[in-house]
C-alpha cells in the first residue's frame, strides 16, 4: 500500500501581481515569506522503510530555492504573474521529471492563504 511523505521548505521573496488593477494592493510590490511542502506516494522502500530520504527531496529543492529565496519573483523565468497557483505549477514542473512519485505541490503565501496543485494541467 502506498503511503505519502512531503516536506516543507520556506523562502523569502518579493512580487507583484501585474494582472489586477492598478487599486489592488497586491499590484503593489510586496514580499511574503513563503512554505512550500512537496508531497510524494509510493511503497515504502525496505530495508530502509521509507519512501524517500528527505535529504534527497532536499537536495532536489535547493537548485529551486536559489532561484526563489529573496528574489523579485516577477523576473524569474516562467513567474511573470507569481500568484500562490502559478509558483505551485511551477514548482510541480521543475520538480516532477525528477520525482514522478511527486503527488502534491502546497504553496502558503502567508498562514491563511495558498494554493495546492497535483499536476491537473500536465
Given at each position: 500500500m502506498p503511503m505519502e511523505i512531503f516536506k516543507e521548505f520556506t523562502f523569502q521573496a518579493?512580487?507583484?501581481l501585474p494582472n489586477v488593477p492598478p487599486s489592488h494592493k497586491c499590484h503593489r510590490l510586496h514580499g511574503h515569506t513563503f512554505k512550500v511542502?512537496?508531497?510524494l506516494?509510493?511503497?515504502v522502500q525496505e530495508p530502509y522503510g521509507w519512501v524517500m530520504d528527505?535529504?534527497?527531496i532536499?537536495?532536489?529543492?535547493?537548485?529551486?530555492?536559489?532561484?526563489?529565496?529573496?528574489?523579485f519573483l516577477n523576473e524569474v523565468e516562467?513567474?511573470?504573474n507569481p500568484t500562490s497557483e502559478n509558483l505551485a505549477r511551477w514548482i510541480w514542473r521543475?520538480?516532477?521529471p525528477t520525482f514522478p512519485m511527486l503527488c502534491q505541490v502546497v504553496?502558503?503565501?502567508?498562514?491563511?492563504?495558498?494554493?495546492?496543485?497535483?499536476?491537473?494541467?500536465?
Open positions: 518579493a512580487h507583484r511542502a512537496l508531497h506516494r509510493g511503497p528527505f535529504a534527497d532536499g537536495q532536489a529543492w535547493e537548485p529551486l530555492h536559489q532561484q526563489l529565496d529573496h528574489h516562467g513567474l511573470s521543475k520538480l516532477r504553496v502558503h503565501e502567508n498562514t491563511t492563504c495558498g494554493a495546492i496543485y497535483r499536476g491537473e494541467d500536465d
